[in-house]
């Protein structure tokens, strides 16, 4: 599995790498200064002489994230907004793990396509493409599964054990738009109106969705 895993991030990071969906990078390294005041699409370089390892390091997938929320699932991403090196670069990785029936919900990501390697557990997974086709299959450990970019898709244990995966992007911050909390917990709110003539149902269903996807205290 060791091998495979290490099969599956070089195969990633000189594929997807190659054909980033970020703009190309015009220098060797751009380590993002997160203090610039200076903005511009992505992050500002920080001086290439202050680059150090640790700019180009992230620890935060080895271990498993807790599950225990509202949808019974955890992204922990490595972007650009924990790995300084990342920038310009055009990819970026994430862990999900996943409770017995938890759920990433439908989402999408505008600026990258995903790619999952399957690191344990059994996922029910599938996209929607724009002619509402649904694309979808049951993955197991040591599986892949592509999710093209900007279309709708989900996975979801389907076991009693918990599951996890590897998620890389081409783009070192891909961006993700959870469609139940873009449009029932946004900040100010979607108005009533447009979402009882959407789904066709009454306020007090809305009103009963957004009270358990609000923000907990």
């Known amino acids: 599995m060791a091998a495979m895993w290490a099969l599956f991030v070089m195969a990633f990071a000189m594929n997807l790498g190659n054909s980033a969906a970020d703009p190309d990078m015009l220098q060797d ?122 279309l709708v898709h989900f996975q979801k244990n389907n076991g009693k054990v918990p599951a996890a995966v590897i998620a890389g992007f081409n783009s070192q911050l891909q961006g993700t738009a959870n469609i139940a909390l873009t449009l029932f917990a946004a900040t100010p709110p979607v108005s009533n109106d447009v979402l009882t003539s959407t789904f066709m149902v009454g306020n007090k269903e809305i009103d009963k969705i957004k009270g358990k996807l609000a923000p907990k205290a």
Request: with cysteine.
């Open 29 to 150: 390294i751009c380590v993002a200064d997160y203090a610039s005041a200076v903005k511009v699409n992505g992050f500002a370089c920080k001086d290439e002489a202050k680059a150090t390892a640790e700019d180009f390091f992230f620890a935060g997938l080895a271990k498993p994230g807790l599950t225990n929320n509202t949808f019974g699932s955890l992204v922990t991403a490595a972007n650009v907004q924990k790995i300084p090196g990342l920038n310009t670069l055009g990819v970026s990785l994430a862990r999900i793990d996943y409770a017995p029936g938890g759920i990433n919900p439908p989402h999408t990501h505008p600026r990258a396509t995903e790619i999952v390697f399957v690191l344990e557990g059994s996922l029910d997974v599938g996209f929607i493409t724009t002619a509402n086709k649904l694309i979808s299959k049951t993955i197991v450990k040591g599986d892949v599964y592509v999710f093209p970019k900007g």
